[in-house]
């Protein structure tokens, strides 16, 4: 069956770095496209990061642009986010998601920044 182990999450001071890790089993991780989400509460899902399946080209909004690098490793099955210069508006639940044939979620992390 198809699972995610996401890591890397926790309480962070503005201005520091936290690298979130997603490993994936279940499907064939390098023929899907894998994105990072994040809800904080009370507000909708919000897309931090896209890395293709085909060519590793990645995209980001802009909220993050500059800050958040997403790469993965097809030997390992793993998506990774590293993210920089953390603000408190950053805090939410951080999720992989991975698309292609089908749709697949992970369950989240949780990432507190905060001094």
Request: with cysteine; net charge neutral.
């Amino acid at each position: 069956q198809v699972e995610f182990v996401e890591s890397g999450g926790g309480v962070v001071q503005p201005g520091g770095s936290l690298r979130l890790s997603c490993v994936a089993s279940g499907f064939t991780f390098s023929t899907y496209t894998m994105t990072w989400y994040r809800q904080a509460p009370g507000k909708d899902h919000e897309w931090v990061a896209w890395i293709s399946a085909t060519d590793d080209s990645t995209d980001y909004p802009d909220s993050v642009k500059g800050r958040f690098t997403i790469s993965r490793d097809n030997v390992k099955n793993t998506v990774y986010l590293q993210m920089n210069n953390l603000k408190p508006e950053d805090t939410a639940v951080y999720y992989c998601k991975a698309a292609g044939d089908k749709t697949y979620s992970g369950r989240g992390i949780q990432v507190t920044v905060s001094s």
